[in-house]
């Protein structure tokens, strides 16, 4: 179900909700799940340059593997859309879908202020 519509989802929308709800929930917030989500909320106010990246690639990638057993993640790239906001581009193996070459490409944006690189 859509947490924004509340209608039905299927397939790959529903697992980009999945994954978006992983990666932007803090440690620590979730009632009787406090170990639920990501560490990507300890990264604000620290640059983007190449060690921050990695920081969050790691970080995205502890989560997913963690909590989404149905998508096995393979790249991730941090993008920055004309009005400053995040979002992640997530490639990996789609293990709900029958397909043999389930690649999955999905775009996800980030609620938690991220500041480019300069």
Do not use: C, Y
């Amino acid at each position: 179900m859509d947490r924004h519509t509340g209608k039905r989802l299927a397939g790959r929308d529903h697992l980009r909700q999945r994954l978006s709800i992983i990666l932007n929930t803090p440690l620590g917030t979730r009632v009787n799940r406090l170990d639920f989500g990501s560490m990507l909320f300890e990264l604000i106010d620290q640059p983007m340059n190449a060690l921050g990246r990695l920081r969050l690639f790691a970080a995205t990638a502890t989560a997913i593997a963690r909590w989404e057993p149905l998508f096995r993640l393979t790249r991730v790239a941090l993008a920055f859309a004309a009005d400053g906001k995040a979002q992640l581009e997530l490639e990996g193996v789609d293990l709900e879908s029958p397909a043999p070459n389930a690649l999955a490409r999905l775009s996800v944006p980030l609620t938690l202020p991220l500041q480019p690189a300069t």
